[in-house]
């Protein structure tokens, strides 16, 4: 079998949009700072609309594999390239889809080497999506690192607060998680005798005897934990996060740190079920410590985006806690808080973006009454943060409640002590936007405009998304059911 | 017609023949370059066009393979990439371009004689014709005085690891009474856990060690590298490295996978990229940095050679290619930023992407191929050399390299730092490349992106040229 091609390679054609896009902003001369960011739009928008298509046009009944392509790459070395879809990563293909196309439309108003920003942004977002559709651990792997090598340069050029320090720890933590990652899959590889990276092959039951599960599991936890922000490897994030230009947050935040976590599905729990099942209580209480450590740090922070990035922290424990559950519900809810939990977070670091660039502090004392001045603005910021605390009505919530609930049932008192740590959250956060956004305003950003319609665009976007799939939640929880039940019930019990 | 699988080593004689005419004729900066140019560009030529040719010469004792070809044909591109970075030569005095070029191909002709050597004797006297030849180039420098300490130490410990290699070449011959490599892998598998044939062929491997400036053999490097002129250095940080890869994969070879010979490559590997990252962590130069990058390196090729199993040494030849086209590209940077010839500190990068944005970049991707970040053929090179080591089951050994790795990044980011981000403290002015320089930029980052994405072609023609070394 050398080739096999769906009728149109539609995967394929998704990272193809952000290689032509990123040559053909290479070919534009700099000073043509508009149209490079026309040519943004538009190839981020086909990749956008290619994903809407794979997510609508999946055959929920089949499930399985679909729109695979396969080509034989190195032929002694069993490496393949190999894309495919499935309920586990189209979520997460939309997600990128949506967050890179309305964070491209956030950075309508960059100035300063444009060109080289939204080049570095192709490349990042090419690593994503190919780190999502893989499936073949060698390409996993590279499109892993090509997703990290991009921010260093995006957070270090065009960041602010300590920005130098912030990208530089991110880069170096993230790639050391690459350092256990290489030699783990080079292990499966060789350990399982097939000599192939191909997943679909290394899954079959039987390649790994279960001392091997138990041991390459760790190294993949490990490895990719770092970008997830496992506690308490998230030391990376909250620095990260707040010395990146925002769409470099939302891309990061939103789906980079999704890359962790789907790595920890894809390869860690896909491969080694036998090691996942025999950790589980480690990554419980791992998650659990992140939830709870992300709120209460965050209780402390002056600075909105500290505030935000450490929300993420938790939010990524309810991931984690979901993935540790070992049970269909926990496994879905966990697919579907990285998606809620990637638009939720695009939104606040989008609206959070808006509200720096015009009064340059996001220092919450040195704020108020943000709400009289821009009033569509802070409606942003604040449905993003109810959402944060699990309000009906938006994604988020179904995600948390189906994580909760298969948690409650196998870890009863790591689950209230997170649902505990969560309802304090949410006393936070309404102290945050009370503070941030009515009370006592300052006189000097009383002249400020309020957002306009163009730049409002990508956070409707957003809101949209949330409130559709808050209101339809089996959209999204049907279609993970079709990819969950399958694996789940070929686990070896 | 049986000489002329013996072309590319008359091809270079000539050309040494050529330039030892033009120097003793009056200086011309112009003439030598144009000349040397033309003659390389036809060594690639020639070289290339003999790279399927097979047989042998000298009563087996020279033999000519795929193997020796593909290297040959690497040598050659060397050759003629280092003369590309001559356009200027303001690190050299004019009266001594023509010695230059001079010592430049008979050095090149050393080491292609050297690939092809079947014999102890021969592998010798190929070797030092090399060597003598580095050393005269290696003090060429005008101005200074630290490419005199360069030289000297160069020398004297060139001559040192001579000693001991005659010493182990002496000790192989005793154990097994032959110098013809083909009699040797016969006999020596049976006899290397007997001390001398042991001591012998590790003995042997120093000289290669030198030359691959493996730790310990290491001490030359960060001077010579500082001390040279920009484009000697270029020359000793590509084409030598390659030609000792490639004989560190014939002496290996013979081992057949004896366990101790691997314990004692391990040891070294591990210590070599341990010490070469550390300390490259603090360089202030970017020629010195490269330097330590290079004793790093050094421990990375190792890896694949000490797996002694047909892909690890495929691994390896895959790596000497791809190890050729990112240092260079790094060389060429520097020689485009130092167009007087001096040393180029990482700090005076500054600005770059403003100087030459094609430059910065083609910096950028050299950088990150060393550091081993895909899609470049440095990481595709390290996969490959990993891959193997974990068929051996050296699970730790991969571990360690990688950590290394992460290591290492920290200062080629720094390198990257610089060119992209630092403020430079003068506004310095636009580089400008020539039409066939911005060609040639263009080039080396496509063959380092390519070469990474599409790595099958070369890994194949790797395993082809290994086959017929075995």
Redesign the interface.
């Known amino acids: 079998m050398s080739m096999e091609l769906a009728n149109f390679p539609y995967l394929s054609a998704i990272l193809l949009s952000c290689v032509v896009g990123l040559l053909v902003i290479l070919f534009i001369p700099r000073e043509r700072e508009a149209l490079v960011k026309g040519v943004s739009l538009v190839f981020s928008g086909i990749a956008l609309a290619l994903s809407i298509y794979l997510y609508c046009a999946y055959d929920r009944t089949i499930g399985g594999l679909q729109f695979v392509e396969k080509l034989l790459w190195v032929e002694p070395l069993g490496i393949h390239y190999f894309n495919g879809a499935d309920g586990f990563n189209l979520p997460l293909i939309l997600l990128t889809g949506i967050v890179h196309f309305t964070g491209v439309l956030t950075m309508w108003e960059l100035r300063g080497r444009v060109k080289e920003f939204f080049a570095f942004a192709f490349v990042l977002v090419l690593g994503v999506f190919g780190f999502f559709m893989s499936m073949d651990l060698f390409f996993l792997f590279v499109w892993y690192d090509v997703s990290l090598f991009p921010m260093y340069p995006l957070i270090a050029i065009w960041g602010t607060t300590r920005k130098e320090y912030g990208a530089l720890k991110l880069f170096l933590y993230l790639l050391a998680g690459s350092a256990l990652v290489l030699p783990g899959i080079l292990y499966l590889a060789v350990a399982s005798g097939l000599h192939t990276f191909d997943i679909v092959a290394l899954m079959q039951p039987g390649a790994l005897t279960p001392g091997q599960q138990r041991f390459a599991f760790v190294l993949f936890y490990l490895g990719f934990g770092i970008l997830a922000g496992v506690w308490p490897f998230h030391t990376w994030s909250p620095v990260g996060h707040v010395a990146a230009p925002t769409s470099v947050s939302m891309i990061h935040a939103g789906v980079l740190m999704k890359v962790g976590a789907f790595g920890i599905l894809r390869v860690a729990i896909f491969l080694c079920p036998i090691g996942w099942e025999f950790w589980a209580p480690v990554m419980a209480v791992l998650a659990t410590i992140g939830i709870v450590y992300g709120i209460f740090v965050g209780l402390r922070q002056t600075d909105l985006k500290y505030v935000v990035a450490f929300s993420s922290v938790s939010h990524m424990g309810i991931v984690g806690l979901g993935l540790s559950t070992v049970t269909a519900e926990g496994l879905n809810g966990a697919v579907f808080q990285m998606f809620a939990h990637g638009i939720m977070t695009a939104l606040l670091f989008s609206s959070l973006g808006y509200i720096y660039d015009k009064t340059h502090t996001k220092l919450i004392p040195d704020l108020g009454g943000m709400s009289r001045v821009m009033p569509v603005a802070s409606g942003y910021f604040i449905v993003a943060a109810l959402a944060g605390m699990g309000v009906p009505g938006f994604a988020s919530f179904w995600a948390e409640v189906t994580v909760f609930i298969s948690a409650l049932k196998v870890y009863p008192a790591l689950g209230v002590l997170a649902i505990c740590a969560l309802v304090l959250s949410a006393l936070y956060m309404l102290r945050v936007v009370q503070r941030t956004f009515y009370g006592q305003g300052n006189e000097r950003y009383a002249h400020l405009r309020d957002v306009s319609f163009s730049l409002g665009l990508p956070r409707m976007i957003l809101v949209a998304v949330m409130v559709l799939f808050g209101l339809f939640p089996r959209l999204m929880l049907d279609l993970i059911q079709t990819a969950v039940i399958p694996f789940m019930g070929g686990l070896p019990r | 017609m049986k000489w002329l699988i013996f072309g590319p080593e008359i091809y270079f004689l000539a050309v040494a023949a050529v330039f030892l005419i033009l120097s003793m004729t009056r200086p011309n900066r112009r003439r030598d370059f144009s000349a040397a140019l033309f003659l390389a560009s036809l060594g690639v030529a020639v070289t290339l066009a003999t790279i399927r040719l097979e047989g042998s010469l000298f009563h087996g004792a020279y033999r000519i393979d795929l193997f020796s070809q593909l290297f040959k044909g690497l040598l050659s591109v060397g050759f003629f990439l280092v003369v590309c970075l001559c356009s200027s030569l303001s690190g050299i005095h004019e009266a001594r371009h023509s010695e230059f070029y001079l010592l430049l191909a008979t050095c090149t002709l050393g080491m292609m004689l050297l690939v092809s050597s079947l014999e102890l004797l021969t592998m010798y006297v190929a070797l030092e014709l090399a060597s003598y030849s580095l050393y005269a180039l290696v003090p060429l420098r005008s101005g200074g005085g630290q490419q005199m300490e360069a030289g000297i130490k160069y020398f004297l410990s060139g001559i040192a690891t001579s000693a001991l290699m005659l010493f182990g070449l002496a000790s192989l011959f005793a154990a097994t009474q032959t110098t013809l490599i083909s009699e040797l892998i016969l006999k020596l598998p049976a006899l290397l856990n007997t001390p001398m044939a042991f001591i012998g062929l590790l003995l042997t491997l120093c000289g290669f060690f030198f030359k691959l400036a493996l730790f310990p053999f290491h001490i030359w490097a960060p001077s010579v590298y500082q001390g040279a002129a920009n484009q000697v250095t270029a020359f000793v940080a590509t084409a030598t490295k390659v030609t000792a890869m490639a004989m560190l994969v014939r002496l290996v070879s013979m081992g057949n996978g004896n366990t101790s010979l691997a314990h004692v490559l391990i040891a070294l590997a591990i210590v070599s990229m341990t010490y070469g990252n550390l300390v490259a962590l603090v360089q202030k130069d970017f020629k010195r940095l490269l330097a330590y990058s290079a004793i790093a390196h050094a421990g990375y090729s190792l890896i694949g050679i000490l797996s002694m199993n047909p892909?690890g040494y495929a691994a390896a030849v895959f790596y000497a290619l791809a190890y050729l086209a990112m240092t260079f590209t790094c060389f060429w940077v520097v020689v485009k930023i130092a167009s007087d010839g001096r040393d180029v500190p990482i700090v005076q990068l500054a600005g770059l992407?403003r100087r030459s944005?094609l430059l910065a970049m083609a910096l950028m991707v050299g950088v990150?191929s060393l550091g081993g970040?895909?899609?470049t053929i440095g990481?595709t090179g390290k996969?490959?050399v990993?891959?193997a080591a974990?068929?051996r089951?050296y699970?730790l050994l991969?571990?360690i390299a990688?950590?290394n790795?992460?290591v290492s990044?920290?200062y080629y980011?720094q390198v990257?730092?610089a060119a992209?981000?630092l403020a430079p403290d003068e506004e310095l002015p636009p580089i400008h490349l020539s039409a066939p320089a911005t060609i040639l930029t263009v080039v080396m980052v496509v063959v380092i992106v390519v070469g990474g994405i599409w790595?099958?072609h070369l890994?194949?023609l790797a395993?082809a040229a290994v086959q017929a070394l075995l």
Request: net charge neutral; glycine share 2%; proline share 12%.
């Open positions: 892909t992407h944005p990150f970040i895909p899609p990481f996969f490959l990993f891959n974990m068929e089951g699970f991969v571990l990688m950590i790795v992460v990044l920290y980011i990257v730092k992209f981000l790595p099958s890994f194949e395993r």
